[in-house]
Structures are given as structure tokens and as C-alpha cells.
């Protein structure tokens, strides 16, 4: 966007069952760094997220990573879905 967004480490999992969306939980209590990265305008980033960190063990299906962004004026939580398959 022309907007620029910070964003910062915490994220949170979702399973998607029955037609909704669900959190999973953490395996352990987890606490996130306290830290702001800047996302400028017009900008792309990636992250990488070790989900074998926070979760011992994932079932087969459809998930999703949920992050917040903000702004001096907004928030917006983006989301990135992605499949666990077992072979």
C-alpha cells in the first residue's frame, strides 16, 4: 500500500475446521521479543516462522499464520494460509 506499517514478531496459528477458523495453541507458554519493524510503503518483506518451535505435532490440514500491522491510524491483521500434509 502507500501506507507505511509496523509489525512485530508475535504471530498466532489458525486451523480452519468444520467452515471456520480456529486458534491453535501454543504448546508451551511463549513470549515474543518486544521489537518494531517498519514495513515502508510500496515495500515487500518475508518471514520465516519454524511452526516446529511453538507445536510439537500438527494434524494434516488447512492453516493459517495470523500477523497485525499497524499504522499511525489503523490495524490490520494479514493472514497467510499454507497446508500440512502428511506423506
Known sequence: ???EYYYGVPFTLEV?????WY???FDEPV???EIAFLLEANATTEEGISLATYFNELPP????I????QTENRTVMIASTLGI???
Do not use: H
Request: negative net charge.
Open 1 to 3: 500500500t502507500a501506507d
Open 16 to 20: 480452519w475446521l468444520e467452515d471456520s
Open 23 to 25: 486458534q491453535v495453541p
Open 31 to 33: 513470549a515474543f521479543i
Open 61 to 64: 490440514g488447512t492453516y493459517r
Open 66 to 69: 495470523v500477523k497485525v500491522f
Open 85 to 87: 500434509i502428511v506423506p
